[in-house]
């Protein structure tokens, strides 16, 4: 799954701290999430999502061969 996290994060001015104190997470879970290593919650992804104004399927794009 990718996502387009580190785009909206440095477009909105926030470093990687910032996100995580809004979205409750560790800055390592926002390092992990914006290189690709880990997957979100679906609440992680819906708090993510919200904090930059977005839907899921906005900041959180999956590849067409995991869907199947």
Do not use: D
Request: charged share 30%; no cysteine; aromatic share 6%.
């Amino acid at each position: 799954m990718n996502n387009r996290l580190k785009e909206l994060r440095e477009k909105a001015l926030m470093t990687q701290e910032e996100l995580a104190i809004r979205a409750g997470v560790s800055r390592q879970t926002i390092i992990s999430l914006e290189k690709g290593r880990y997957n979100p919650s679906i609440t992680l992804a819906y708090k993510l999502s919200r904090i930059f104004g977005l839907s899921i399927e906005e900041v959180f794009l999956l590849n067409e061969t995991e869907g199947k």
